[in-house]
């Protein structure tokens, strides 16, 4: 820093910061060769050569004349642009694109273009795996879990050994890999200048052709069967009388850097979440089954969201159980209902939750992945005759009941079948959006690709990135480890203790590997889960 003291004064006042001073007493006063007016953007911290007349090295390294001289976690919170900012189009003067960060076999990969596989088998796959996982302590006490306990023999030695961890730390690595409750095709997103990576705020933009696969992938979060149309960004998109309604969510996740939340900036991912979360508000029946009890659905009885819980809570009363549910919701197929057991949640006499908090339990679920498990491993319920009760008679043994995942996995199956053949899909094959890579009767194998542009808020001369994701789907590969039920078409998740991760293998052949914390198998020459492509979008 330093200042003139008048405009005759040929000598310089200079006040020195603590690193100007180890320089001075280091290399001398020929040190000081430049100065500027102004140092808001002048790291310190960076050896600087001479950067030639009239320029001063910057922070950001914007002006690529100039010397990058750009520090780890250090950047301008609202940078200005100068210069003649280029108009939609043109070229990028500042050099600068939206780059998509994958973790690509522990290594670290970006691309401004990329296509990604998603194998949708292999997610399915996992989620069987955890649901297995999480009934030994959630159904341990029932008749039905008695007659399948094979399944689950060693399910916990298996963890141990073969995938070489303990359960809980095998729910951190999972989400660590982006296989969480959200199943990542991107894994986060910056903008690229120069030799540098900057955070910023991300929108998602999409043409008509993929706003329409968008929705179609995730019409049972928008969607009632009862609506004719749909709107969005001022188009109408036709789901009228669609029976076969997709479980799926995507999500963009945001990204914190620097002390600020960066919208947009996170990883992108879908999931299994056709349902809504809240409470079952009954009287409990545990006569009828002490584990999964009937609840009598009268008066102001029934299904909560859990605001509506929050907004009426003092008004309820003579009701004994408030028991938290999921629910998943269709004018065709009616409600289904999800609540936790009386094992999970270690009640084990009746009593008013409501009026006495020591009745009250928590879960411990330290990750959301285990949470998200527990509730898809949830008995359904459905009402009848203003009783909710298991679909499925929980009495005979010899049937496993249907479940929150059983459910979701049928309209998986329902789903990808109708993008072949229903008509209410044609637009999306018409555009080349639906690919049908196998053509036999029980090994479907389908795909539905979605592309989107990523785009800098702020930066609005950034290059967008874009990214095509192929959504792929194996009957085949998943049968070998759910086979389908035929009396009613479901798949059975307790048929047996099979885990097999086939990726882009597809089911075809012996290549495949158990462990869901692995990228590859046969040798690393095929990828589970996902396999990222750069530039071939």
């Keep these: 820093m330093g200042f003139i003291n008048s405009a005759t004064t040929i000598n310089v006042d200079v006040h020195l910061t603590s690193e100007g001073r180890r320089r001075l007493l280091t290399a001398g006063a020929g040190t000081f060769t430049n100065f500027g007016l102004g140092d808001s953007d002048i790291n310190y911290k960076v050896a600087i050569p001479n950067s030639g007349t009239g320029w001063i090295p910057d922070l950001t390294g914007d002006h690529l004349e100039c010397i990058n001289s750009m520090s780890d976690k250090i950047s301008i919170k609202y940078p200005l642009l100068y210069g003649n900012v280029p108009s939609s189009g043109t070229t990028n003067n500042f050099n600068s694109e939206v780059v998509l960060f994958f973790n690509d076999c522990n290594n670290l990969v970006f691309w401004n273009e990329a296509e990604v596989d998603i194998y949708l088998h292999d997610y399915l796959t996992l989620q069987k795996f955890l649901v297995n996982l999480k009934s030994v302590s959630a159904h341990g006490n029932s008749d039905w879990y008695l007659n399948f306990k094979n399944t689950f023999t060693g399910l916990t030695n298996q963890i141990n050994s073969v995938l070489g961890t303990t359960e809980e730390t095998l729910y951190y690595n999972l989400e660590k890999l982006g296989r969480g409750v959200f199943f990542d095709f991107f894994d986060f997103v910056k903008i690229k200048q120069g030799g540098k990576f900057i955070d910023d705020d991300f929108e998602v933009v999409l043409d008509r052709a993929n706003k329409e696969a968008y929705l179609a992938l995730t019409q049972s979060y928008y969607l009632l069967d009862t609506e004719t149309s749909y709107t969005l960004d001022g ?43 809240g409470y079952i508000l009954g009287n409990e029946n545990i006569l009828t089954n002490p584990v999964y009890p009937n609840y009598l659905f009268n008066g102001i009885a029934g299904y909560y969201t859990a605001f509506s819980i929050e907004q009426s809570v003092d008004n309820f009363t003579n009701i004994n159980n408030l028991i938290p549910s999921a629910r998943i919701q269709s004018v065709q197929d009616g409600s289904y209902y999800y609540p936790f057991n009386r094992t999970v949640l270690g009640i084990q006499t009746q009593g008013t939750i409501i009026d006495n908090s020591n009745i009250i339990r928590i879960t411990k679920t330290p990750t959301a992945l285990e949470t998200y498990a527990m509730f898809n491993t949830n008995v359904e319920y459905s009402l009848q005759n203003s009783v909710i009760k298991p679909t499925k008679a929980i009495t005979n043994t010899s049937q496993e009941p249907a479940l929150l995942l059983t459910r979701q996995i049928k309209y998986v199956d329902e789903f990808f079948s109708a993008l072949t053949n229903n008509d209410k899909y044609r637009r999306l094959r018409d555009n080349g959006l639906v690919n049908i890579i196998s053509t036999s009767t029980s090994g479907d194998t389908v795909s539905l690709s979605l592309t989107l542009e990523i785009k800098s808020v702020n930066n609005l001369v950034a290059k967008p990135g874009r990214v095509k994701v192929n959504f792929i789907y194996n009957k085949t590969a998943f049968s070998h480890n759910a086979p389908v039920d035929f009396t009613d078409g479901t798949r059975k998740l307790f048929d047996n203790s099979t885990y097999r991760y086939y990726g882009d293998d597809l089911g075809t052949g012996s290549n495949f590997t158990t462990n869901p914390q692995n990228f590859t198998f046969n040798s690393g020459n095929n990828n589970i889960f996902r396999n990222i492509k750069g530039l071939t979008v």
């Design 235 to 277: 188009e109408n998109f036709d789901f009228d009388n669609t029976t076969f309604l997709s479980p799926f969510n995507i999500s963009f996740g945001s990204r914190t850097a620097l002390g600020r939340e960066y919208r947009g900036a996170g990883a992108a991912g879908i999931s299994l979440h056709g349902f809504d979360y």
